[in-house]
């Protein structure tokens, strides 16, 4: 079976984890879902192609 990736959805650098704040650029996950939990989640891969990241924002008629 071949071996997981966990990427950080922010500086998308391989972590070792998907637990806590990534080490490389500090940034939580859990945080980010708590704050906006309407927006698609991390890690879904769109068209077999994009991976959808963090949200950056919200506002209007987007997120």
Known sequence: MAEQKHLCYNCFQERETKEGPCPYCG???????KKF???LRAGTVLNGRYIIGRVLGQGGFGI
């Open 37 to 39: 939990p309407v927006a």
């Open 27 to 33: 940034f939580d996950l859990a945080e980010n879902e």
